[in-house]
């Protein structure tokens, strides 16, 4: 079984789920809110590939970082409502303490810090 | 996150997975929706397709997700599944024999070794019976003896052997008549003290056993019966306790039932206080080793060395007080087990490792098997993988495929081992103690499974992972080039060949031991004639016929009633008939012989009518039997068998020896008092206990001399059967109350002939289960060669091709075939023989006239194997002098 390929283009490599873990943190959010929430923040310099949102979605609900639930959007469109669970919390503050980490140590190395 | 949560999420998402697919459907949707209406509002473009085009390739993406959440996971499966039905389908030979092998293996083993775990481990109910033993006297020339009451006593009140045992307990055992109402029957009963239920460690299933008050003199005989009493003859009814039974005309109540199986000694269907005992001298001479045992508890952590050290104290201080009883005697001990279930051992554990050998040829046989598949499917497994198959995803298939035949195999080995263990249980009981509680031993079907199950597993992946190797291309251009096949396994696939065969000889060989045991005993001459000889056991009623001189005109009576019966060639009495089961032991004094052992009962009692010999048709050594002349006269006229006149004078004529016998009816007043007399002749051996049980001495007196008060009528017939109604009406006529109705009454009709072959039964039993382990055997070790072979074969129908192209005739390539399977068979053959021989001292005690090494076992086997390899080998050899050279070398 081959894992799928994660955010190849626009994003560093494996910090999709970190986003979608941090951006849940504000609340329960469908999917497309999840991927322009980024975007917005970020001022579109993330770009969220679209494919690569969903199969990350079911990767953390699969490791149980994530739950979801079938809903309504304010408009009555039916939506699939995603929510951070307790682990996911937890997973969420490895992956910022790997990531600054990480950061320092490259600006560390470009001689920035 | 653990892997059995990822597994419970799949778990989850699979059973759900309709629902779960239309959801990430509909999520892209709404995603792709949403993201439109954005667009839209934004420009006038065609929202939609600007929305697909940020979105990418929507299949793509929703199989990545399908992925993600795990909904393929069980694709995988799904497909293994159906694939391997496909392929079994294909080859359904290849899956049954795999199948049956697993079932025989785990099945047959399992059965016999829950039948040895519960005969050797579970048999005795009684608790910790590790600490059980019996005491015993050992004679420094050999030999044992149950020791004598107040031997027995001493040993109790020794403070010493005190620190030894929780309890030492005295047990005599008697013969008695139990009536209960119309009917009667002989039964054992055990005499005992209040100490030895407790020592025991069991306890009844109804009422109470024997306590100190039942012991007083005054006391009201009471008994406790055995489970199995209760059940015959009572039908198991609850309300036994308070019944009045009788014991040799004694009313006795009924105060307890013990669990079934609990029985010591074995003889005993009931129990009463000792001091009920009606023959006290049994209880106070030193001399008197009569029917007894005695058993003792050893304490916790004592070890029984250093118990019986502490009884040799006792026994050298008695040596010293009474030299003509103990001097030369020692204490000794055995382990209760052994006294229980000794003779079953040795053929228990025969089939233990018969059954043993058996699962490891089947394991072999299913790993040969496996590997021969694997490697079959090579060529099909290396064309995926180069297609783009994954490696995990081929070897999970292969191993879902062993998977599914070692479940199959499991399955059907633990009914076949459910049912053979149900076939046991019907086995009476006095074959294996306590059948009624047999049962599937679940640790020996785990690990009889275990190891059938890993082998197939192991045999499944091992191959496949190397099939799939990333080098695999070279079984590809292996292939195109005509195969020369993955060296290594086909090594491995005929060592495992050569294993099997080792193990079917030994099986064989261990079979044809026990086979020629069998036929050597049932060969052997017992002594007297069988054919239509029928036996009776006699017993006066209560009250009737108690002086000797009474019982014995009444045997003289009952001896003419029978002759005079049309199809009665003649007929005879004796106290107790060979092969019977009961038997007394007396003591012998000869005079002027001091190296005699007088202390012990050595010499086999037997009170006879002068018509015996003829009767029963043994044969005269020397000297003469008894006339009518012996047996009205006062003085001792003895008649010795072979053995006792071999053991006493070994270098001269016993004929006119002048000796003394003591009488042995313990129901006689005259218990034990010495018979002086001269033997006036000898006779020939006659067995008393079985075909293969050397006979044992023995000395006859006539009837009226000590006349036993009761015994067994012995019939020559023409017809057998035909003349038992005539017989039976014969003896109403002298006394209607000696063949009382019922079908456990004293009138119980015996056929020699039957009771003889009866005593080869577990020969019989043990040599046809042995039979059919060995049989099976053959056809796996037959299956293996067969496989093995015609995968070479197929492996070089190029090379014989070219061969055959080459001019090589059908002769030159069968015998290339067969010559390379005789050397596998050979080897097997020999390794095997080597092996049998040096398995067959494991079987030592189950052989009669028969060595390890007995070429009229061997032979046979080595030619029989022989001839199977060839068998095997003959199919693929024909088939490859039939290839046709073109096709062969063209390939594929």
Redesign the interface.
Known sequence: MTMPKSSRADLVPGTLDMLILYTLTLGALHGYAIAQHIEKLSDSVLQVEQGSLYPALERLQRKGWLTSKWGQTPTGRRARYYTITASGRKQLGEEITDFDRVMLAINRVMKRA | ?SFI??LR??VR?WRRRGDYER??D???R??L???EEQRRSAYNGDARSDARR????VT??RE??R????LD?FD?ITNDVRHLVRSLRRSPGFAAVAVLTLALGIGATTAMLSVVDHVLIHSLPFRDADRLVMLLERGDKGGFRTPSAPTAEDWRRDPGVAKAFDAVSFIRGEGMTLRVGDDAESIGVGLVGPEFFPLLGARPVLGRVLNDDDQRPDAPPVAVITYNLWQRRFGGDPSILGRRISLDSVPVTVIGVMPNGAVYPGFASAWEASSQNRHKEVMTKRGLHADSRTIGRLRAGVDSSRAVALMRTVESRLADSYPAEQAHWNAAMLPLRDEIIGNVKPMLLALAGAAALLLILACANVANLLLARVAARSRELAVRSALGA?R??LVRQQLTESLVLALAGGTLGTLLAAAAVQLARKLPAEKLPRVEELAVDHRVLFVAAAASVLTALVCGLWPALRATRPTSGEVLRAGALGSIGVRSESRLRRGLVTVQFALAVMLLVGGGLLLQSFRRAAAVDVGLNPRGLVTLRLAPPPGAYVKPSEAAALYARLIDAARAVPGVVDAAFINHFPFGGASIYTSIQIDGRLDIDTSSNQILYRTVSDSYLRTVGMTLAAGRWFGDADLRSPGGQFVLNASAARLYWPHESAIGKRITVHRASQARADFGQPLPGVVIGVVNDVHQVAQDVVPAPEIYVPYTLETWPWGTLVVRTRGGAHSIPALRDAIAGVDARLVEKGSSGLAKFGFVDAAIASRLEPRKLSLSLIGAFAACAIVLAAVGLYGVVAYGVTQRTRELGVRKALGATERMIASLVIRESLVLTGIGIVVGCLGAWAGARLIHDLLFQTTPADLTVYAPTIVMLLGIGFLASYIPARRATRLDPTIAMRGE
């Open positions: 996150m949560d990822g999420h799949r998402v959801g990430i509909d999520e892209l709404f995603h929706d949403l993201d940020r979105f990418g390739n793509y993406h990545e997700t992925h993600a959440a795990g996971y995988g994954s995990g995803r």
